[in-house]
RNA sequence: GCCUUGAUAGUGUAGUGGUUAGCACGUAGCCUUGUCGAGGCUUCGACCCGGGUUCAAAUCCCGGUCAGGGCG
């Protein structure tokens, strides 16, 4: 399922198999929530060479729902895509007001967005759902409490968690299907390495660090992550849920971490930003209006091969949308191609230098 | 030449005697990280010029300038 292939002190390159392929690690994950990428396709993952979206169970659970995905025969074919999938539980969706009704040991009771329907999901259940969908990997329904500062709320939250997981596992059926489990913990050093050893207790072909990625800050995103990621098994992936921004990703590879996920890259590229190795940039500044350079200088991705910054601030400004399909594809290739150069730096034993770079030049506000 | 209409942020506009002069786009800045609203927030920025009436004028009157329209 997962093999490590080469190392340079905590930052590892690996294999993850799945039952569509194989995808090197570390990797970042666009997301799919609903199946749809906004603005592009899954065409343009396949130039992009993106080997691994995440979609999430609850949310085609809900909409459009499993008999008809049925019908569709399956989420990879209804998509056209035929590389490697993730499903994350819906656990997350808890921290959202308007969905949670209630929530305890036995399961979660929550309102559809689409509909206003009322539902009941166990972990079992979610197991259930996400062995239909048949994605590559599963995700253990997680419990991220709403008030993320309350210790006993994050507590109780760890405790859960860990119940779940045991639920989740013993109830898995599909085969062909990975399953990671997911750490919680807020930011306390202590509830997070609880929460780390309960989870490493049982075994899973994956484990993730959820809970993260909610406006805690970079110094204690990273103190975190060195709090969980001691207790994590070694031999297997791990999976920082949410994150997110090149030097959060770099940071996290140098921590032991292998996969990520965020819609960070793509919905800012709605919102004007694009990522270069010297910062990001807002394209809509005057400053870009007579910028006839490509968005970032060292990127081959289609925008940048094709087009300058003076043109995409030009679409801004005369309200023509298409700058953000540009942006979007030139954003989340830059991180696949960020994430290339990370590989290959550690698989020649040059990271530490790559980041040391990385960081020099990486402007953060 | 005569008549007429108009002139309010960079742009387009609201405003019939007392408004912190409103709005939209714009400028500048900030926010967004496992449900991505093709977003959200903040800032900057104006009554054409000169005189008059009035306690008080963007608002009423006179003149000028500029622009549009009509007549010759």
């Not at 056209?80 to 209630?102: A, E, H, K, R, V």
């Not at 500062?149 to 639920?167: D, F, G, P, Q």
Request: aromatic share 10%; net charge positive; charged share 25%.
């Amino acid at each position: 399922m997962f093999q490590i292939t080469s190392e340079e002190k905590k930052a590892r390159t690996g294999i993850l198999k799945t039952q569509h392929g194989k995808v090197e690690t570390p990797f970042f994950m666009p997301v799919a929530t609903k199946l749809g990428l906004k603005l592009i396709n899954s065409q343009d993952l396949k130039d992009i060479k993106i080997k691994t979206i995440i979609s999430n169970a609850l949310i085609l659970y809900l909409n459009p729902g499993l008999e008809f995905l049925e019908k569709a025969k399956g989420i990879h074919k209804f998509i056209n895509y035929n590389d490697t999938i993730f499903t994350d539980s819906g656990g997350f969706q808890m921290i959202s007001d308007n969905f949670l009704i209630s929530i305890n040991k036995k399961h979660v009771r929550f309102r559809s967005p689409f509909d206003s329907s009322i539902h009941k999901i166990t972990p079992e259940k979610n197991m259930e759902i996400q062995s239909a969908l048949n994605s590559d990997v599963a995700m253990c329904l997680d419990y991220m409490p709403r008030f993320e500062n309350n210790y006993e709320s994050l507590k109780e939250s760890v405790k859960i968690t860990y119940e779940w997981a045991k639920r989740c596992k013993d109830s898995h059926e599909n085969k062909k299907q990975l399953l990671f489990c997911i750490s919680q913990g807020g930011t306390f050093k202590d509830l997070r390495e609880k929460s780390a050893k309960l989870m490493s207790s049982l075994d899973f072909d994956g484990y993730a660090i959820g809970g993260l990625g909610i406006g805690e800050g970079s110094d204690l995103l990273n103190k975190t992550v060195d709090y969980s990621i001691k207790y994590m098994p070694k031999d297997k992936p791990r999976y920082l849920m949410g994150i997110g921004t090149p030097q959060h990703i770099i940071e996290s590879i140098s921590k032991g971490i292998d996969i990520f996920d965020s819609c960070y890259a793509t919905k800012h590229a709605r919102h004007e930003m694009a990522f270069t190795l010297k910062g990001e940039i807002r394209l809509g500044k005057s400053k870009y209006k007579e910028d006839f350079t490509p968005l970032d200088e060292n990127c081959n991705c289609f925008t940048c091969k094709n087009y300058t910054r003076a043109y995409i601030h030009y679409l801004i400004k005369i309200n023509e949308p298409s700058w953000k399909r540009l942006v979007t594809i030139h954003n989340i290739t830059f991180l696949n191609n960020f994430l290339t150069q990370i590989r290959t730096s550690i698989k020649e034993n040059n990271f530490t230098k790559f980041k040391k770079d990385f960081i020099k030049n990486y402007k953060v506000k």
